[in-house]
């Protein structure tokens, strides 16, 4: 990830007749932009930039459960990402990708959703009349209060945290809440609309899906299903293609022209994958916060009429009508970090100060020189989306198996097994995956971890193909001529 304070320029984007496209990824914690230009040797990043948003909010609602975001803290956070880019780069841009987290939800009101105000640079928009960004990670839908819902006619289950969850729970909780709002989407969604002026925002089937009550196959919402339930249909988006052109900018904004296109909102997942995946026979394995195991699905799968809650491995639409089979585990790196984080807190009760990164240098120095234990970690603190009542559990215990090098090697070992559980090297190689593509942060730091994912998945594995969802909004609308 860039430095939070500058933008990174590798090359000029202002080669005359080069197409030049803004790709944007409004992620869990940070805001990404670069610039892209497509040349003889593929694909090149000219300017790059990243800012942290600090976004998080108090939920009034939901207290302790909801995971919300100040919607103002992410556009502040994009404004200063572009306002680092270089003027002549971002007037030569043609074409925006935005791609950001799904299944969340923000509401507004049509016409008052922003602000436009001219600056040193051009326009750009402020947030008006918006909610809060109920964020994936929100916890507030209990498993008795999803079952209580209707059964979607959708091949994905509904989890908690999901757009059409979320409402639902507004709407049997906090009625009130809704109704000063007539339009709602996904963070990028919302960024879309505000910028093509849209009068009903505009959603792609990657988005939808992560939503809940959609059907992929007929790229269409669960009406029927929905009405008799109550649901406001009126904040359900319409539905369009990934890589499909949302509409243009009636203003320039920060100096892009007046007139530029912009895609439809993408799935940050599907444009991670999109800017490392070269070959139907990768497999791409990304542990950062969480971890997720994917493989491309055979042309023309289409995925079953029904959702399986307990079946680990979930379809997510992906560009030109395939699918991605996807085991996303909610524990990747948040893992080690509350391994680590407990330790501190053990050494500052026994009246030691540790920093954390030495904590973290010393268990992964520990479990490189402890190349296996007896010891067996199952690393569900966060639970799991198909079980999300199962928790954490340590065992095959033994006196010379406590020290931090077999606890750390057992850990790392659990997180991939986990992952290994929900999509087996076997069904990997049925699929005709040759290789895994390893990204993510956890990953690429982590020595023990690499070593395990070796172990347990025989492939030829390649690091550093670092997943970049802002890079892959750009190439999706590079490639759409």
């Excluded at 839908?141 to 979607?152: A, E, K, N, R, Y």
């Excluded at 659990?414 to 956890?442: D, T, Y």
Aim: glycine letters at 8%; charged letters at 15%; aromatic letters at 8%.
């Amino acid at each position: 990830m860039m430095a939070d304070n500058q933008a990174i320029g590798l090359s000029p984007c202002t080669t005359p007749g080069t197409m030049c496209v803004l790709g944007i990824d409004l992620g869990t914690t940070s805001v990404k932009a670069a610039l892209v230009i497509e040349t003889e040797q593929g694909q090149i990043v000219t300017q790059s930039c990243s800012r942290e948003t600090q976004a998080q909010a108090d939920s009034p609602a939901a207290g302790a459960q909801g995971m919300e975001q100040d919607v103002q803290k992410i556009i502040k956070a994009l404004n200063e990402c572009l306002a680092a880019f270089p003027q002549e780069h971002l007037q030569r841009v043609s074409r925006i990708g935005i791609s950001g987290q799904m299944h969340g939800v923000v509401f507004w009101k049509t016409n008052q959703g922003c602000k436009w105000a001219k600056s040193g640079t051009g326009h750009t928009f402020q947030p008006g009349e918006v909610s809060h960004l109920i964020t994936w990670q929100d916890g507030r839908c209990s498993s008795s209060f999803l079952s209580s819902l209707p059964q979607p006619q959708s091949h994905l289950s509904l989890a908690t945290g999901f757009g059409c969850a979320t409402i639902y729970w507004y709407l049997k909780n906090s009625p009130d809440f809704l109704k000063p709002y007539d339009a709602a989407g996904t963070i990028h969604d919302y960024v879309v609309a505000m910028l093509c002026d849209l009068e009903r925002p505009l959603m792609s089937v990657q988005n939808a899906a992560s939503w809940g009550y959609f059907n992929s196959r007929s790229k269409s919402w669960n009406t029927e299903i929905l009405r008799e339930s109550g649901f406001p249909l009126d904040l359900l988006p319409e539905v369009g293609d990934p890589g499909d052109i949302a509409g243009r900018m009636p203003h320039d904004w920060h100096g892009i022209p007046k007139g530029t296109e912009v895609g439809i909102a993408l799935g940050d997942f599907q444009c991670s994958v999109y800017s490392c995946m070269t070959e139907r026979t990768d497999a791409v394995l990304n542990i950062s916060t969480s971890a997720q195991l994917t493989v491309p699905m055979p042309l023309g799968f289409q995925p079953p009429e029904t959702p399986d809650s307990l079946s680990a491995v979930a379809y997510f639409p992906y560009f030109d009508g395939n699918y991605l089979a996807v085991a996303a585990s909610l524990n990747g790196g948040n893992v080690l970090a509350t391994f680590v984080d407990m330790l501190g807190r053990w050494m500052a009760e026994l009246g030691y100060e540790v920093l954390e990164s030495n904590v973290y240098t010393q268990m992964i120095n520990a479990a490189l020189a402890q190349n296996d234990t007896r010891l067996s970690i199952c690393p569900t603190v966060f639970g799991e989306r198909h079980m999300p009542e199962q928790l954490a559990s340590v065992t095959s215990i033994t006196a010379s198996d406590l020290s931090l090098g077999h606890v750390t090697r057992a850990l790392c070992h659990g997180i991939i097994q986990n992952l290994h559980s929900m999509l087996p090297f076997q069904h990997l190689k049925e699929a005709g995956v040759k290789r895994i593509l390893g990204s993510g942060s956890a990953l690429s730091r982590n020595e023990v971890l690499k070593q395990e994912v070796e172990k347990i998945f025989p492939f030829p594995v390649i690091y550093g193909k670092d997943v970049d969802a802002a890079m892959g909004a750009a190439m999706v609308m590079l490639h759409r001529r």
